[in-house]
Nanobody, 125 residues
Framework: QVQLVESGGELVQAGGSLRLSCAAS????????MGWFRQAPGKEREFVAH????????RYAEFVKGRFTISKDNAKNTVYLQMNSLKPEDTAVYYC??????????????????WGQGTQVTVSS
């Protein structure tokens, strides 16, 4: 059974940095697209970033470009989201998601088969 386990969310001041991690099990990691979504209270879940199985292709939401970086370590079956210059509006539950997706432009949550339990990121002003 596929498991995605996130970690790294916490309270941080505006302008600070955090690194989220997501470890995947029971997947063919080199073929598995992994991404991050977030959901703030009262809002829909939104795409943040994803990275292809090979690691050669990444995609970011406009609102995080230049601030967040997604990467992966195939040896550890782990994907990371480095978040810099955090803003209060980045406050949300961040979810790791994955699937065997071959459209590098895909950002719809419904197309990601597997989900983690979420990790809370709170950015104070």
């Amino acid at each position: 059974q596929v498991q995605l386990v996130e970690s790294g969310g916490e309270l941080v001041q505006a302008g600070g940095s955090l690194r989220l991690s997501c470890a995947a099990s029971e997947v063919i990691f080199s073929s598995y697209t992994m991404g991050w979504f977030r959901q703030a209270p009262g809002k829909e879940r939104e795409f943040v970033a994803h990275i292809s199985g090979s690691g050669r292709s990444t995609r970011y939401a406009e609102f995080v470009k230049g601030r967040f970086t997604i990467s992966k370590d195939n040896a550890k079956n782990t994907v990371y989201l480095q978040m810099n210059s955090l803003k209060p509006e980045d406050t949300a539950v961040y979810y790791c998601a994955g699937g065997y997706i071959y459209n590098s432009h895909e950002t719809r949550p419904s197309e990601f088969r597997d989900w983690g339990q979420g990790t809370q990121v709170t950015v104070s002003s």
